[in-house]
Structures are given as C-alpha cells and as structure tokens.
C-alpha cells in the first residue's frame, strides 16, 4: 500500500498501465494480479468425450476443451488442473465447491443456469441422431417412436430421447459407450452431440455407424462454474482475448481441421 501511494505520487504523469508496467516484478504487480484470480483452478471435466476431452494412451488429458482451458488459465495467469468426473458428477462437484470450473462440452441449458454460471459460449454445437450404416428408414425424430435409443446419462441428448414417445432409453456413462451400443446392434439409435459423433466416425473408434437428417437443435458449450463465482468475469475475459488475437481459431483449426464457421453469440440464450 505504501509503495504504491509512494508510485502514485511519484509518478503522477504515467498512466495506470505504464505504472504497473513500471513496478513489475514488485510487490504490487503480484498482489494485483492474485486479487484478480486466486489460483490454479481445479477444473472438472469427464474425459470420454473426443475431440473435446479424451486421454491419451499416456493417460495425459487431451483435446478441444483441455486445449482451450489450458490457454484461459495462461492468458488470466492462473494455473489450471484437472479432475476427471463423470458427467453427471459435473454439476455437484461444482456446487459443492470442490472444483472451480467445468469444461466438459457442456451444453449451457436454462435448467443447469439455475445452479451453476456459465461462461459466454465457445462451442457452437447441437444434437444429431446416429443409426447403424445399413438402415435407410430412419431420418427423423418421428422414426424412433418405440424404438431402443443410447444415451449418455445426464446429458442434453439424454433429455431429447426421453421425450420420444414409447422409446425405450438406455443411458451409457460416457458417449463412445452408448454409440458402441449402436454399432453391436444392441439399440437402434444414439442421440449424441454432433461433432462427438462425427469424430466417432471419421477416426473409425466407432464403425458401421451414421449421422442421418438434420441437426435436432442448436446448442452452446459453456465453462460452468459455481453460481456467483469471482472467477466468472476473468475467465470471460481471457477466452473473449483469445477470440479475438487468433488462440483460439488456432485451437479449433488443430481439433476440427477447418476454421471455426461464423462468430458465437455472446449469451447462449
Ligand atoms: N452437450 C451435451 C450436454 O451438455 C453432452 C456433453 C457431454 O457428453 N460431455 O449435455
């Protein structure tokens, strides 16, 4: 406090940033930026979910979402760790306060902004249904009236089928669970986010399968934190950085092989 009143005084000509440029390395500087954001951030995410977050053969986390928290966490100057959980452990974990964030190609939903915040969105997304290769019958949502579909638990694709009349629901824990499923011929449908489903398909993890009709809804991936979180506003701000000097496009471009097409919305709804 002294000090910086001694800046202030001293230094009265420079500009707040030319001040802390000019301390750097002092005190204040690293008492500025800890009151900024305390961490590192434990970071919560369920890693069966490629290209967004899978493991390694390593064991190392990697992806879309690892890549980009990795990169908020560099830009806000805190460290980032992570825990793996499953999915529907996400939002607990978060509430109970043992994990700081969530990125997790979390769908920000009005239900789940009733006890957790979201991020401003970064991942434009929607649901799509996936059906053995072979059957020429099924295009719509109409079509899996009565018939057996694969979910992950928790999820927004979860939801979408239990709406389905008469459709029988069998939930996975994780993505490539419930689409294996489909390929041993075990259910007839998966309603699974698209760009997992389609990266299933292109690294052939998951073969004999295909995404049929159009997509079911729009949605957006959001970081989700703690309800008032302090961490909210810094976070927002380093991805919103990111969006705009080229990391992220970068990012997006290494996991999709293609530049991002057209810009998000800052609010999901
Ligand atoms: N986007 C979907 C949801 O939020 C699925 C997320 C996931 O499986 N990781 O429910």
């Not at 506003?233 to 293609?258: P, Q, S």
Request: hydrophobic share 40%.
């Amino acid at each position: 406090m002294k000090r910086s009143h001694f800046l202030r005084n001293t230094v009265l000509s420079l500009s707040a940033t030319l001040v802390l440029a000019a301390c750097g390395g002092t005190q204040e500087a690293t008492t500025t930026s800890e009151d900024a954001a305390s961490g590192p951030w434990l970071v919560g995410t369920e890693p069966a979910f490629p290209p967004f977050e899978s493991q390694s053969d390593s064991g190392e986390l990697v992806g879309f979402d690892i890549e980009l928290i990795q990169a908020i966490g560099e830009q806000a100057g805190v460290d980032v760790e992570f825990e793996s959980l499953p999915f529907d452990g996400l939002i607990p974990a978060l509430q109970a306060g043992t994990i700081e964030a969530a990125i997790s190609g979390m769908t920000i939903t009005k239900e789940r902004s009733e006890t957790v915040d979201f991020s401003r969105p970064y991942f434009r997304a929607g649901l799509a249904i996936a059906v053995d290769s072979e059957d020429s019958e099924t295009t719509s949502l109409e079509n899996l009236e009565g018939k057996t579909i694969a979910v992950q638990i928790g999820t927004t694709g979860a939801e979408m089928a239990g709406s389905i009349k008469d459709a029988k629901v069998t939930t996975f824990d994780s993505a490539p669970l419930a689409l294996q499923e489909l390929a041993n011929g075990n259910a007839d449908a998966v309603i699974n986010d698209a760009p997992a489903t389609l990266d299933a398909i292109a690294t052939g993890n998951i073969p004999d399968i295909k995404v049929v009709g159009e997509l079911l809804t729009e949605e957006f991936y959001g970081i989700a934190m703690p309800k008032d979180s302090p961490n909210r506003e810094i976070l927002n701000a380093a991805l919103n950085e990111l969006l705009e000097n080229g990391t992220y496009d970068t990012i997006y471009e290494k996991w999709f092989g293609t530049a991002p097409v057209g810009t998000l919305p800052e609010t999901a709804f």
